[in-house]
């Protein structure tokens, strides 16, 4: 999955339940990032990590929340804050501030 | 902040003909332009990049063009194939050169 690998690649939540989105790279890069894309939207940034235990709110951070524990791992929780779940979402990783994005595969989230 | 506009919305094309797709962009400081192809339910690749220091860029049938004065880029196909039907990104770091924004995004078909 070109070094950065995202699971599961489907995820079913029923209302008022927290879901953690996996994140996992081995590309040794420093920066870390999710999005989440709707239908016929383009890519909106919902929190970033530029160095392990860092991490800041995206535009649209209301009812997300991330972890940097690990510099290859940056999980995203959905919380029942969350008002319109449904999307999907894609992790990013960045190695330098001269290079584009390298996408993870995205999971897609369903609120049942 | 740094604002990206992205046009046209839909993009139909026959078999060989040239497509073209323009982006705007808000922050003179912009200095990074990566566009992204997202093939449906795919994570989004990378195709060609362009930085402030050049007016233009080329990679066999795809090239890039940078106006600084008027804040836009474009992409550009020509020869369209089938398989370069795609939803495509464009992209300009933001205010705070520490992620990217996005366009919002264009569908292109190639028809056969």
């Known amino acids: 999955d070109g070094g950065i690998t995202q699971s599961p690649k489907y995820l079913f939540r029923k209302e008022g339940q927290n879901v953690t989105l996996s994140c996992e790279q081995n590309?040794?890069?420093?920066?870390m990032y999710w999005y989440r894309q709707d239908p016929g939207q383009g890519l909106r940034l919902i929190y970033y990590?530029?160095?392990?235990?860092?991490?800041q709110k995206g535009d649209i951070a209301e009812g997300y929340s991330v972890s940097r524990e690990k510099k290859e791992s940056f999980p995203l929780t959905v919380t029942s804050a969350q008002k319109n779940p449904t999307a999907f979402y894609l992790c990013?990783?960045?190695?330098?501030?001269?290079?584009?994005?390298?996408f993870g595969s995205g999971t897609r989230l369903t609120v049942v | 902040g740094e604002n990206v506009e992205q046009h046209p919305s839909t993009l139909s094309v026959q078999e060989g003909d040239s497509a073209v797709i323009k982006c705007t962009y808000s922050?003179?400081?912009?200095?990074?332009f990566p566009w992204y192809k997202q093939e449906l339910g795919k994570r989004p690749q990378l195709i060609i990049d362009?930085?402030?220091?050049?007016g233009e860029k080329k990679d066999q049938r795809i090239a890039v063009t940078l106006n600084k004065t008027a804040k836009h880029f474009s992409l550009h196909i020509t020869e369209t194939q089938p398989e370069d039907s795609a939803v495509y990104f464009c992209?300009?770091?933001?205010?705070?050169?520490?992620?990217?924004?996005f366009g919002p995004g264009t569908r292109l078909s190639v028809l056969p």
């Open positions: 990013a990783s960045r190695g330098d501030r001269k290079s584009g994005y390298t």
């Open positions: 590309l040794n890069h420093d920066a």
């Open positions: 990590s530029q160095i392990v235990n860092d991490f």
């Open positions: 922050d003179s400081a912009s200095n990074y």
């Open positions: 362009i930085r402030s220091n050049v």
């Open positions: 992209a300009a770091k933001a205010t705070d050169g520490q992620n990217f924004v």
